[in-house]
């Protein structure tokens, strides 16, 4: 698959570098090239990476994406994957409807929203496997296929959560839990199993 990733971050370089060992073709636009470089030797500007990708992990914080957006070209018929969570006052996660902003500034775009529930570390981690069982990763959005593809090439299982209209309750979700996490709860522990 060919996959662009905009951003040289955490995110970027644990999703990316995942992508990229699994033998995807990454490439990389970052306002720091020698970040970018870190991540994949194919480095390019918003709109180069755009052009040459079909798939583009959109790894920048939330408020800078729209922006970045605007200087990418033409993203007709590409699948942007939107991992972002918005950071309201104080640094907490809020709710600012990202996903359904991202498909506005780029209509003829197939937005996704996927891999925003889980901390960096996780995406770390080859693979995410807890209790014997993989990571799931929910993915919001009309078009799956590919994004299911990049679940399973972390070690994950996808599961597919609905459309996109749907991305906004999986981000108040994370920004919920996000919440109990940092006050020293184990969040998990609210969900019976599926059975119960
Ligand atoms: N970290 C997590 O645990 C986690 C988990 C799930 C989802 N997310 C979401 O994933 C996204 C990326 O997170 P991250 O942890 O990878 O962040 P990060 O490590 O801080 O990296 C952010 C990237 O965005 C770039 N950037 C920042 N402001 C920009 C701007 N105005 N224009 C263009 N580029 C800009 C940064 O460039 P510079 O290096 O030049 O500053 C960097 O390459 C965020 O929306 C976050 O909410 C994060």
């Given at each position: 698959m060919r996959i662009g990733i905009f951003g040289a971050g955490g995110m970027a370089e644990a999703l990316g570098g995942q992508w990229a060992e699994a033998g995807h073709d990454v490439m990389v636009a970052a306002r720091d090239r020698a970040k970018a470089a870190r991540i994949s030797p194919r480095v390019g500007t918003w709109a180069e990476t755009a052009g040459a990708s079909d798939v583009i992990l959109l790894a920048l914080p939330a408020a800078s994406v729209l922006e970045v957006l605007a200087s990418a070209g033409n993203l007709d018929g590409k699948v942007l994957i939107d991992c972002t969570n918005a950071v309201g006052p104080g640094a907490a996660l809020t709710v600012s409807d990202q996903a359904a902003r991202i498909a506005a500034a780029a209509p003829g775009a197939h937005v996704v929203k996927a891999f925003?529930?889980?901390h960096v570390d996780v995406w770390r981690m080859t693979p995410p496997v807890f209790g014997g069982r993989p990571l799931a990763v929910p993915i919001c959005g009309d078009v799956v296929g590919e994004v299911s593809e990049l679940v399973r090439d972390l070690g994950c299982t996808p599961l597919n959560a609905g459309g996109l209209d749907r991305a906004a309750l999986m981000e108040a979700t994370m920004a919920f839990m996000v919440g109990l996490w940092f006050d020293?709860?184990?969040?998990?522990?609210c969900f019976p199993p599926l059975p119960a």
């Open positions: 925003n529930l889980c020293g709860h184990d969040a998990q522990a």
